[in-house]
């Protein structure tokens, strides 16, 4: 369920950058891994304790003199809360500085992960606020499925590291977030804008979300989609109509405006388009053509001329010539998988089982009772994310958990929660009936946590006891001072 649901979303970034227009911004954004203070020569005392500088990368994906492009901004902050009122204010802020670049962007597409500060119902309603404010307008917000892997952001943030450590080797230091401005000026890194800055306070709040807003279990919903009256959401990219929420039933009247970062310092590097100038194609399938955008396509082997640089992707068959091909490559997402052929064994087993039915005259029949249901035929909506269910042990199986354990504790031999998880199996009543059915019946794991909760409830027992003979002493003690202190009188 999770690789389909993964495959599923990332469809949405590889469609988009396919349709991708002129006046159009592709924006992915990440809160990254706190930057721990890198010294040229410290001692190991002042390695501990660090306090990481906050820094937040966005890549905009946009076309640029007919080229494909990307530009990077990265928010530095010395001390910040990574909360929803700070990445709604670093999206505005990203949202100009990409207008600044390219003026004629008017619409946007965001995509991130499932972070707490971009997918909750501060973060997603406070993007009406921004389109309000900002010049280019928020059209689509998706969201990664989790666990769905690495984004652009995290290898930007790859080679911003190499580039500080480049930088330190040669004896400076980086304790704050001016440090790491100076770092990037001194570098020939090109197509990025590092924006140092205060956050504001977190009690500033974007839109007021109402409480009876009927958008309810927001973190079961991926795709927003943002119109002139209201949203969609979908739980899914590209399945169903998706659901329309006004603006009305969501927000108080008067929308207060969106929080904005104090700036202190600002750079951007030359810009420059080194990427190729062919558009994206699509979601790639299983075709065995258009494998490489230098390398001719394989034979019928599936064999190709092994490029200079090579797809990372497990299992992805294309290969490059130029190191910014592959990294357009990785960018776009857009992989191409061989069709695995069957191995010599499989092939033998599958010729062997048909020779097998073609001899036998008659298949015996089964009752409809035991057949078993096609497992091909899924219900709908089988590979979306379930809530956990808690599920509670019976009267039946504490009792049977508690005899085991009493017993246990009276024989001085303790129960093997394997041996009790069998016994369950097969334990019957004199009538030869089965005490418990297969869905009463309990794994050993299950067993021994029971066992160690009431080992813990025995154990807060015999404390409560020892501390009520410990106030009686202690009475007993007081009263007989004071009957000496009498005899003594």
Known sequence: KHILRSVNQDCARSDTLAKLGEEEVYVERDWAMKFLQMVYRESQSKWFAKRGINWHISVGTF??????????????????????????AILLDTLRKLHEIKPNLVRAYLRSDNAGCFHSYSSIFGIKSINGESPIKVERVDFADPQGGKSICDRRAAHLKSTIRKFVNEGNDVRSAADFLCAVKKSNTVNTSIVVAIPPPSKVQGSK???????????????FSFEEEGM???KQYGIGCGQFIPYLL??????????????LENFNSPIRNKTITQRPEGP??????????????????????????SCPEPNCIRSFSKYGNLMHHLDVGNHSFMKKGLSLSDRSIINYATKIESKVASKPQMESSSLVPNPTSLTKGWALKNKREIKRFSENQKQFLQSKFDMGERSGLKC???????????VRNKDGTRIFSIDDF???SQIASYFSRLCLLKRKRSLEVL???DFEAAEFENNFQDLNSLAKQ
């Open 63 to 88: 076309f640029l003199d007919g080229e494909m492009s990307s530009h990077t901004i990265v928010h530095l902050f010395d001390n910040a809360t990574q909360d929803a009122v700070t990445s709604n």
């Open 209 to 223: 979300v109402l409480k009876q807003c009927p958008l309810k279990n927001i973190t079961s919903l991926y795709n």
């Open 232 to 234: 969609k959401v979908w």
């Open 250 to 263: 969501c927000f108080d009247e008067g929308n207060s405006q969106i929080a904005e970062l104090k700036m």
């Open 284 to 309: 790639s399938t299983n075709d065995d053509t258009n494998v490489s955008d230098d390398q001719p396509a394989p034979n019928v082997d599936g064999d190709t001329d092994n490029g200079l640089f």
């Open 416 to 426: 093997d929660p394997e041996d009790v998880s069998n016994e369950m199996r097969a």
């Open 442 to 444: 309990l794994s050993a």
């Open 467 to 469: 501390e009520e003979e």
